[in-house]
């Protein structure tokens, strides 16, 4: 299993991004697939996932402004970031799990983490 994320680099506050996770190894349409991101000194948190039911789900601080997107004929997950501020930097990781609570960092499967940086 390889999740590989792309799409992130460096905007202003207020701008837009769209960063995107392409899955394989196997099939992926019974697994939820969420978005965590990492600031320096800090500890991992949940952003946003999308169930296998096509359900999403949002942290409080990015509700309104992120949204997540599945496509399970190509196996991608997409995160699309808009009015970007300047606390929402850091490295974003795409994973998968099979069940349990969508906010938990306990996924079975991560990607290998893509940086945005979002200054002032």
């Known amino acids: 299993v390889q999740l590989q994320a792309s799409g992130g680099g460096l905007v202003q506050a207020g701008d837009s991004l769209r960063v995107s996770c392409a899955a394989s190894?196997?099939?992926?349409?019974?697994?939820?697939m969420g978005w965590f991101r990492q600031a320096p000194g800090k500890e991992r948190e949940f952003v946003a996932a999308v169930s296998r039911n096509n359900n999403t789900y949002y942290a409080d601080s990015v509700k309104g402004r992120f949204t997540v997107s599945r496509d399970n004929a190509k196996q991608t997950v997409d995160l699309q970031m808009d009015s970007l501020k300047p606390e929402d930097t850091g490295v974003y990781y795409c994973a998968v799990k099979r069940g349990g609570l969508i906010r938990a960092l306990n996924y079975d499967y991560w990607g290998q983490g893509t940086q945005v940086t979002v200054s002032s």
């Open positions: 190894g196997r099939k992926f349409i019974d697994d939820t």
